[in-house]
């Protein structure tokens, strides 16, 4: 196979599977810090919880903790993460450290995926030869995952 070819399936891929790239990468990016959730005062928008349930279970529905019977208040169950509980308040607070600066830092790399996958889209319309089926797999790229979701 020559590179020319190969640069051309990878185009044709990447057209393809474009949108769900966009999808994912912006979905998950509210989920880094759980804006898919309702805690504390805060309400998402349905849409954005809706979106989240396609992220996570594959439905286009509210998830779980829409209709959660638990007060107010209360910001719902424990999520506990790998390793034993840290006691000490100054370890504690490190590790609350740390758990940001990665959140910010995943939050970073779903906004560089967006840029690239936007880029990378105008570089496969505009590029290729055939540009009717570059606008065709961008399309069913687009359309076949909206079908299967209301199907």
């Not at 998402?44 to 594959?58: N, R």
């Not at 286009?60 to 169950?77: L, V």
């Not at 990378?120 to 790229?141: D, E, F, K, N, V």
Request: some cysteine; overall charge neutral; hydrophobic content about 50%.
């Amino acid at each position: 196979m020559t590179m020319a070819t190969l640069r051309q399936w990878h185009s044709y891929i990447g057209l393809f599977i474009a949108p769900s790239v966009l999808f994912f990468a912006l979905t998950g990016a509210a989920q880094i810090f759980n804006l898919h959730e309702a805690h504390g005062a805060y309400q998402p928008f349905a849409l954005v919880e809706k979106l989240s349930s396609v992220h996570k279970d594959q439905v286009f529905a509210f998830g779980n903790h829409h209709t959660s019977s638990e007060p107010r208040g209360s910001s719902g169950p424990a999520v506990a993460g790998p390793g034993p509980r840290v006691d000490t308040q100054d370890e504690g607070e490190r590790t609350e450290l740390s758990t940001q600066l990665l959140k910010w830092f995943f939050l970073v790399v779903a906004l560089c995926l967006l840029v690239s996958s936007a880029l990378g889209i105008w570089m496969g319309l505009t590029q290729i030869r055939a540009r009717r089926l570059a606008w065709l797999l961008l399309a069913a790229g687009t359309l076949i995952p909206v079908t299967l979701l209301l199907v």
